[in-house]
């Protein structure tokens, strides 16, 4: 089975940066094609919003509170995406989840990763 695993998550402090990354793992032999990925946040209480995504031809979008200070990336020889995030502010905490439209044998699906905590403290 294909698993989506997010890294690099943690405590920062305002106007810090991290580095998310996400990749598949479990039977990736299987993976035929990667689609459009991409990152999402969900802070306590609130609704599971859109941060970045990207196409499998590098094109982006970003939601409008993070746009000019987050970066999204893909690898693709390394089927990964990337969230470079600066200037990290408190507002941005929450739990950041990975999505990715994945060719598995015959079926494309969007696969979730398990989510990876940032929280943004002085």
């Known amino acids: 089975q294909v698993q989506l695993v997010e890294s690099g998550g943690g405590l920062v402090q305002p106007g810090g940066s991290l580095r998310l990354s996400c990749a598949p793992s479990?039977?990736?032999?299987?993976?035929?094609?990667?689609?459009?990925m991409g990152w999402y946040r969900q802070a306590p209480g609130k609704q599971r919003d859109l941060v970045a995504t990207?196409?499998?031809?590098?094109?982006?979008n970003y939601a409008d509170s993070v746009k000019g200070r987050f970066t999204i990336s893909r690898d693709n020889a390394k089927n990964t995406v990337y969230l470079q995030m600066n200037s990290l502010k408190p507002e941005d905490t929450a739990v950041y989840y990975c999505?990715?439209?994945?060719?598995?044998?015959?079926?494309?699906?969007?696969?979730w990763g398990q989510g990876t905590q940032v929280t943004v403290s002085s």
């Open positions: 479990g039977s990736i032999t299987s993976i035929n094609d990667m689609g459009d």
């Open positions: 999505k990715a439209n994945i060719l598995v044998g015959w079926y494309w699906r969007d696969y």
């Open positions: 990207i196409t499998k031809g590098g094109n982006t």
